[in-house]
């Protein structure tokens, strides 16, 4: 593969995201600026490099096997813009894992029916969204705060180690799968490869995001959508470029979306 020609990307037979791009900018650029979050309620932010984003991925890919979390299961998400979505993504990703995100948005309905034609083995959610699949009997883990019959994610990531020895995920090894929005009936699954996602977005980092290892992308897309992946994950990290998230709940601030690159 060449890197530096992104028409000449070929996939090789092994590949994992989070091994082969996050860990080599981990090594090449350990202390340039990865994930910066900003928290619109509390005014707090937090900074994470490349150094420090690969090791939380290996925390939480520890955390997702010790709870019983293994290759190639199904794994729903439903957080908001809390840095746990980043450090969970990769952890699935380096483990073998097929990350299910999910917008937070949905009923219970419409959660169980993912669930369901999915067969998904564990959940990650926030309160909000744990609320909505207490009669799910798989892996359940809480981002937040504790919760009865919850693995609590946030004490786990911290006991883990931040060491993982990783699985060699085929290229056309399952690596994300997504609902369709479902404008015409039930949402369909379409499960993506290791490779054409963690591999083919960076056409979308070079070529559509015209980024550069210097620069900071923000993103406005929930997490549950796709855009999420292509643009607040697999993109911008392709190219070595920091990903901003900012943690405003509930509907779009205009103002201070325009406020926003001012600000910070």
């Known amino acids: 593969m060449d890197s530096a020609n992104p028409d000449a990307l070929e996939a090789p037979p092994h590949f994992n995201f989070a091994a082969d791009v996050i860990d080599r900018w981990a090594r090449e650029r350990s202390e340039a600026p990865a994930l ?11 900074r994470f490099n490349f150094r420090e984003l690969g090791a939380l991925s290996c925390r939480a890919a520890n955390l997702l096997r010790t709870s019983g979390v293994r290759r190639g299961d199904r794994v729903l998400l439903m957080l908001p813009r809390v840095p746990q979505w980043w450090f969970a993504m990769l952890g699935l990703i380096r483990m073998g894992a ?27 959610a926030n309160p909000d969204a744990a609320a909505k699949v207490d009669g799910f009997s798989g892996i359940r883990l809480q981002v937040g705060e504790e919760r009865p019959g919850w693995i609590d994610f946030d004490q786990g990531l911290r006991q883990a180690s931040p060491s993982f020895p990783g699985e ?23 499960l993506h490869t290791q490779a054409s996602y963690g591999l083919g977005h960076r056409l979308t980092g070079q070529l559509w995001l015209d980024l550069r ?35 405003a709940p509930g509907k779009l601030d205009a103002a201070l979306t325009l406020k926003t690159p001012r600000a910070f």
């Open 36 to 46: 910066w979050w900003v928290s619109v309620a509390s005014g707090s932010d937090q």
């Open 98 to 124: 097929v990350p299910v995100p999910t917008t937070l948005l949905l009923t219970p309905r419409e959660v169980d029916y993912r669930l369901r034609s999915a067969r998904v083995s564990a959940v990650i």
């Open 168 to 190: 060699r995920t085929r290229s056309d090894d399952p690596g994300i799968l997504y609902f369709t929005s479902a404008t015409t009936g039930d949402p369909k699954m379409v």
């Open 213 to 247: 290892p210097e620069d900071v992308h923000w993103n406005l897309s929930d997490l549950g959508w796709a855009k999420a992946a292509w643009s607040s994950l697999y993109g911008p990290w392709l190219m070595g470029a920091c990903v901003f998230a900012l943690d």
